[in-house]
């Protein structure tokens, strides 16, 4: 975390803080950058984490934790990696969170993969692309990692939250790539936030199509995959409120997946919620 200082009217500077790094094996991990091209041309980028004491030449489980970023064409996309965006449209901060960032998984053995992925679309119509730019970068970046050497392909899942547990859930009912996931605060029905949603600007009635094809919750017959939802209980986001992942846990119910309680011993086999 950066130092405070006070500058004075006389323009002399006065340190204020000494803070330390509160993690420093995290803060000197092996971070590899990485490019690849998804079908239509496009060039994505993304990054590797590796695990704290990585042995060189060895393939290791991931995490993949992406948070879905939309664009208005390939060049806008282009020129937010030259102002040193990663991909996502606001400045930030490298601090470890929860929110996109989770390096903690990289104190247990995993890799940390954050691919971009851009969602095009000229005009606001950006979600007319939403499932296949999802797919199609994420599909481009398993195979770039996996030609890289370091991580195991076998052994990959998926995390994210907010848009980003929304993206996760997808995933799981339009892929067969991951083998466990874990979302948080995430909103898996759209037709509950029908008055626009992140950067969706049409409402459900001028463009049902998206709001019926974007969400995993009519596509939950699909999700055979362990799934892990966390959610705060006072969420006041009025588009992430808990009806979501209590709706989407209901629905699951009903159509025989096997739902557990935290207090309940897992059988990693089994398809969780």
């Known amino acids: 975390f950066p130092d405070s200082y006070l500058l004075s009217q006389e323009y002399s500077l006065a340190k204020l803080?000494?803070?330390k790094n509160p993690f420093p094996e995290i803060t000197a991990v092996e971070r590899i950058d990485f490019e690849c091209e998804r079908r239509g041309g496009i060039t994505i980028h993304g990054r590797i984490s590796l695990p704290i004491n990585h042995k060189k030449g060895t393939r290791v489980p991931a995490i993949?934790?992406?948070?879905?970023?939309?664009?208005?064409?390939?060049?806008?996309?282009?020129?937010?990696?030259?102002?040193?965006?990663?991909?996502?449209?606001?400045?930030?901060?490298s601090h470890l969170s929860y929110l996109r960032w989770s390096d903690i998984w990289?104190?247990?053995?995993?890799?940390?993969?954050?691919?971009?992925?851009?969602?095009?679309?000229?005009?606001?119509?950006?979600?007319?692309?939403y499932i296949a730019h999802l797919i199609d970068s994420m599909y481009?970046?398993?195979?770039?990692?996996?030609?890289?050497?370091?991580?195991?392909?076998?052994?990959?899942?998926?995390?994210?939250?907010?848009?980003?547990?929304?993206?996760?859930?997808?995933?799981?009912?339009?892929?067969?790539?991951?083998?466990?996931?874990i979302a948080g605060d995430g909103a898996y029905n759209r037709t509950l936030t029908p008055m626009t949603f992140q950067y969706e600007k049409r409402f459900l009635w001028e463009a049902q199509s998206s709001y019926l094809e974007m969400p995993p919750f009519f596509y939950a017959d699909h999700i055979d995959t362990p799934l892990l939802m966390y959610?705060?209980?006072?969420?006041?986001?009025?588009?992430?409120?808990?009806?979501?992942?209590?709706?989407?846990?209901?629905?699951?119910?009903?159509?025989?997946?096997?739902?557990?309680?935290?207090?309940?011993?897992?059988?990693?086999?089994?398809?969780?919620?």
């Open 140 to 181: 481009a970046a398993i195979r770039k990692v996996d030609e890289m050497g370091y991580i195991d392909i076998d052994r990959i899942g998926h995390g994210g939250h907010s848009y980003g547990a929304f993206a996760t859930a997808n995933y799981l009912t339009h892929t067969p790539f991951f083998k466990a996931s």
């Open 17 to 19: 803080t000494e803070n």
């Open 64 to 93: 993949f934790w992406t948070y879905p970023s939309e664009y208005t064409s390939e060049e806008e996309y282009k020129n937010s990696l030259i102002r040193g965006l990663r991909g996502h449209k606001y400045n930030g901060f």
């Open 106 to 129: 990289l104190t247990q053995g995993y890799a940390i993969v954050y691919p971009d992925i851009p969602i095009i679309g000229k005009g606001n119509l950006y979600n007319e692309n």
């Open 231 to 273: 959610h705060g209980a006072q969420d006041n986001n009025t588009g992430t409120f808990l009806i979501q992942p209590e709706c989407l846990m209901q629905v699951l119910a009903g159509l025989g997946k096997k739902l557990y309680t935290t207090s309940t011993p897992l059988n990693h086999t089994d398809p969780v919620v």
